[in-house]
């Protein structure tokens, strides 16, 4: 009986551990139509690293319609949007050693999927965050909140 019961134990843990993790993983899909499949995402305060896979359901070619996912304060897309211009698709659009990108992928072409996964270190359920696509020109359409929930 002793051994049933701590069996039963460990099973509602994993069950309690696997859900804390998955609400710190977020998906996000984007398309040849120049679009993320939404304009909010969230994560609780509970998560210290959270992890965001990018899929683009698209066809075209990462040159033609590629897609990243960076993170930032608000404040700072525009310049991150402009440096990772300068920065070329040789470095997925996004400025090298910049302190004010909280988190970035690679750009994915049609058909392919990428991840990142970083620490929530500095950010707070005050913050004002921002994900986008820096390809040139799709930060206007391809953006949104990024929400930290208490
Ligand atoms: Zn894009």
């Given at each position: 009986m002793r051994l049933l019961k701590t069996l039963l134990l460990g099973s509602a843990l994993f069950v309690a551990n696997s859900a804390l993790a998955n609400d710190c993983e977020l998906t996000i899909d984007s398309n040849d139509n120049m679009r993320f499949d939404t304009k909010e995402m969230s994560v609780p305060a509970s998560c210290s690293e959270v992890t965001v896979k990018l899929t683009h359901?698209?066809?075209?070619?990462k040159n033609v319609m590629g897609h990243n996912w960076v993170l930032s304060e608000a404040s700072d897309m525009q310049s991150v949007v402009q440096q990772g211009m300068s920065a070329g698709l040789d470095n997925d659009y996004v400025p090298s050693g910049s302190d004010a990108v909280?988190?970035?992928?690679?750009?994915?072409?049609?058909?392919?999927?990428?991840?990142?996964?970083?620490?929530?270190?500095?950010?707070?359920?005050?913050?004002?965050?921002?994900?986008?696509?820096?390809?040139?020109?799709?930060?206007?359409?391809?953006?949104?909140?990024?929400?930290?929930?208490?």
């Open positions: 359901s698209g066809n075209l070619a909280i988190a970035a992928t690679e750009v994915i072409g049609g058909g392919e999927s990428t991840s990142v996964t970083f620490s929530t270190d500095g950010m707070s359920a005050d913050g004002n965050y921002k994900f986008y696509c820096t390809f040139p020109g799709h930060s206007a359409i391809m953006q949104g909140e990024f929400k930290i929930t208490n």
